[in-house]
């Protein structure tokens, strides 16, 4: 499996942006499609952002498209998470996730995922 570290989380006011990155150890890194996840206080893990694995394909949850960006660096083993236009309701932990099968059926669901990082901590105040 490979090994997942997200960071650039923070306290942020409402319109504000953050990037938040995550790098990864331990296996070829663009043998890995991607993707970012969150998860609030009390509620599930839900899917926010997808990339493929030589980043020519990327999808958004609704509720961040438009404002959020999905990018990677397979020379630096990282994923990128460019949030701009912060909301409250943008608060929670993000969680970069790697998946091996090359399938995207169920892509934006967590059981597609191999491998998670800790997470990191993003709040956005009004």
């Known amino acids: 499996q490979v090994q997942l570290i997200e960071s650039g989380g923070g306290l942020v006011q409402a319109g504000e942006s953050l990037r938040l990155s995550c790098a990864a150890s331990?296996?070829?890194?663009?043998?890995?499609?991607m993707g970012w996840f969150r998860q609030a206080p009390g509620k599930e893990r839900d899917f926010v952002a997808a990339?493929?694995?030589?980043?020519?394909?990327?999808d958004y949850a609704d509720s961040v498209k438009g404002r959020f960006t999905i990018s990677r660096d397979n020379a630096k083993n990282t994923v990128y998470l460019q949030m701009n236009s912060l909301k409250p309701e943008d608060t929670a932990d993000y969680y970069c996730?790697?998946?091996?099968?090359?399938?995207?059926?169920?892509?934006?669901?967590?059981?597609?995922?191999?491998?998670w990082g800790q997470g990191t901590q993003v709040t956005v105040s009004s």
């Open positions: 996730a790697a998946k091996t099968s090359r399938t995207w059926v169920g892509y934006t669901t967590i059981f597609a995922y191999d491998s």
């Open positions: 331990g296996r070829t890194f663009s043998d890995y499609d």
């Open positions: 990339i493929s694995r030589r980043g020519g394909y990327t």
